[in-house]
């Protein structure tokens, strides 16, 4: 069944990325998509990753990056659902009609014997839906004193930073900003979330 799974999945073209890339760095984030999986850490840097890898000379973007940790999520998830041994993962990879490279292959067979056998998952952890993780937040008030398209100038607003991580373990920054009645909502909305959930 995990054969016909991964077939459908176009790991050579995600893969694909990274395939000149250092082993150690791999290795790497193979280890803490791992730790996400463990719940050791709430999810993978991308941003900060993919920067290491773009100074050891990878031509590679931010999204690309995200997709190897998707892959490299389901891959250790799926391994880790079936107790896959190493050598099973890497047949289950050739099989596959997967051409990963031979280093990639070495890479995720050493790293899934070395802490696959620490990443189990349990019946009830199987049943939950994952979901996001706030990791951060940052807020500053602003006013604005120019604009090429704004002719009410001279107005208080609200700059928002958040640091998440998503189900998948990729951790992103979203800025937005809001005008005091909005962020005035936007309060009175987080006040009514902890009342709630302090009755849980």
Known sequence: MIRSLL????????????????????????????????????????????????????DITVGDLGKVVHALHYLFSLAAKHSLSAEELSTVLVEAKSALPKQTLQVLHSVWNEQGKSLSVSEEARNIVAGGQLLDFQWKL??????????????????????????????SRQCFEMTIPQFQNFFKQFKEMAAVLETV
């Open 7 to 58: 077939a459908n999945c176009d790991f050579d073209g995600t893969f694909d990325k990274i395939r000149s890339a250092p082993p150690d760095l791999f290795a790497e984030l193979c280890c803490q998509v791992i730790q996400h999986l463990q719940h050791h850490i709430p999810g993978v840097d991308v941003a900060q990753q993919c920067q290491r890898f773009q100074t050891a000379g990878l």
């Open 142 to 171: 602003g006013m604005a004193v120019s604009s090429d398209t704004c002719r009410s100038l001279n107005y208080p607003y609200v700059a928002v930073a958040l640091k998440v991580a998503d189900c998948s373990g990729q951790i």
